[in-house]
């Protein structure tokens, strides 16, 4: 089948501080990968997306690595911002799974000045 | 102009009573989607939906159906409602085919009394 599971929250940083949030997913066929963010009242966004294997998605300074050999699509930040504080969400959609999004439970992240 | 709407953002209704949610989309999208995130974030898929296929997630009572008028519609109608039933529920879309990302909306807000 398939799923994501990432690590739980709640974590908390320090402004400047660099920002791991680990995500590993195990899926039938050929799956493309996303990151999506929250902010506090509003729907999800997508912050970055990977298609196949070592691709390198990124976007306002996120960047995550398509891992097929460790089936992980890690998030990373250099340098947080407290305007990065939200929930974060690893998810993957297989083409064999119908249009199916596969969501993980999401990682909330407050960055204290 | 919005991309994926639903109305209304806020809902307090009581037990029994009927409700509908509705979700339009403008992005010319064929694939529209329900999720239901619960007080911890966990987003759950309910339905997936194109004009050729309504995909059921089986964990989900028969009281939710969604009704889909036309191809940037789906809206969504509970029968009965339940304390439980309190949660966000989101509506999405995509296009079909490999890599291709859901957009959200900002999501609607019940609260069963």
């Known amino acids: 089948g398939n799923s994501v599971t990432q690590m739980e929250g709640p974590v908390t940083l320090s402004e400047e501080a660099f920002l791991t949030i680990n995500c590993t997913y195990t899926?039938?066929?050929?799956?493309?990968l996303f990151w999506y963010v929250q902010y506090p009242g509003e729907g999800l966004q997508l912050l970055l997306k990977a298609t196949k294997a070592d691709d390198k998605g990124s976007n306002k300074g996120f960047e995550a690595t398509y891992r097929k050999e460790t089936t992980s699509f890690h998030l990373e930040k250099g340098s947080v911002q407290v305007s990065d504080s939200a929930v974060y969400f690893c998810?993957?959609?297989?083409?064999?799974?119908?249009?199916?999004?596969?969501f993980g439970t999401g990682t909330s992240l407050t960055v204290i000045p | 102009d919005t991309a994926v709407s639903q109305t209304p953002k806020y809902l307090v209704t009581q037990m029994g009573n009927d409700k509908s949610i509705k979700c339009e989309q403008n992005?010319?999208?064929?694939?529209m989607y329900w999720y239901k995130q619960d007080s911890k974030k966990f987003l759950k898929i309910m339905f997936s939906y194109n004009n050729k296929e309504l995909i059921i997630n089986e964990t989900v009572p028969n009281r939710f159906s969604p009704k889909s008028p036309d191809k940037a519609h789906l809206n969504l109608h509970i029968n009965s409602l339940e304390l439980g039933d309190s949660a966000v529920y989101f509506c999405a879309s995509s296009r079909q085919g490999p890599a291709r990302e859901a957009f959200f909306g900002q999501g609607t807000r019940l609260t069963v009394v």
């Open positions: 899926a039938t066929g050929y799956p493309s």
């Open positions: 992005l010319g999208h064929d694939t």
């Open positions: 998810a993957l959609s297989a083409f064999s799974t119908g249009n199916q999004f596969y």
